[in-house]
């Protein structure tokens, strides 16, 4: 089944739906993310609908808000400043909560879709979504910003505003990007509406990401039994330096 049928049978499910005050029906194109040793990223296409009892209100536009947030790790940043004519870590800062990757998607600029204060209610943004941990430090702050500018450029932090299309204030969609080096793990997925910048109502739900096959193995074997992943890698690493130099040899002797 394709992601358009999915989304056209959302729509006729919400017909058929029992009247309820105005809140999310979600779906997605999949929910688990398989990581192979070819995997280069996947597109997820999340849609939706409102739910509602009353006539769609007039006096605001309905917003809507989509984050995904991978496993959070607790990461140390350091400062370094030139001293006695050598760089040197002067400062540090525990970032207690850093997503492993972040993305947020609206359905128009951010500034006009949630005020600050909710903002700061259900941390939505990427800079809302990091926690300090930065006691001495008066210009902490300029650590997590450190954080957010190296993953956007790695990106696995993105500001994705006016990329969610919604369609008479009842059907959304939008299409996420999720880059090839993904830590496994359940991604939260949030959906917020909003009007007038407040939130009306909110869904959760998660995609989980995993490796499988030969990288699963590898990967259970590097956990479990270190030290016989160390003598197999030894192993793989000769093998394949042998095969290299035979084929050159016999590339040379033609």
Do not use: C
């Not at 947030?69 to 004519?85: A, F, I, N, Y």
């Amino acid at each position: 089944m394709t992601a358009m049928i999915k989304y056209l049978l959302l729509a006729l499910t919400l017909l058929s739906l029992p009247a309820r005050a105005e809140e999310v029906v979600l779906g997605l194109s999949h929910d688990e993310v398989a990581i192979t040793a070819t995997f280069d990223g996947s597109e997820i296409l999340i849609f939706g609908a409102v739910k509602r009892e009353t006539p769609i209100p007039q006096d605001a536009p309905l917003q809507v808000v989509v984050t995904v947030s991978g496993p959070l790790e607790p990461l140390m940043v350091r400062r370094k400043d030139r001293q006695w004519g050598i760089w040197v870590n002067t400062q540090s800062v525990l970032v207690d909560h850093a997503p492993s990757f972040y993305t947020v998607a609206t359905s128009a600029p951010l500034s006009e879709v949630i005020t600050d204060t909710q903002d700061l209610r259900h941390k939505i943004s990427i800079r809302r979504a990091i926690r300090l941990v930065g006691a001495g430090v008066h210009d902490s702050q300029d650590f997590s910003e450190a954080v957010i500018r190296i993953r956007e450029k790695d990106n696995l932090y993105s500001l994705r505003e006016s990329t969610v299309a919604i369609d008479q204030d009842t059907l959304f969609r939008t299409a996420l990007s999720m880059p090839s080096d993904l830590r496994e793990g359940a991604y939260r997925t949030r959906i917020f509406l909003t009007r007038n910048g407040e939130v009306v109502s909110h869904y959760e739900t998660s995609i989980n990401v995993q490796k499988v096959g030969m990288e699963r193995f590898l990967y259970n074997l590097s956990q479990q039994n270190p030290a016989i992943y160390g003598v197999l890698a030894l192993i793989i690493a000769a093998i394949s330096g042998w095969g290299a130099s035979a084929i050159f040899r016999l590339i040379r002797d033609a």
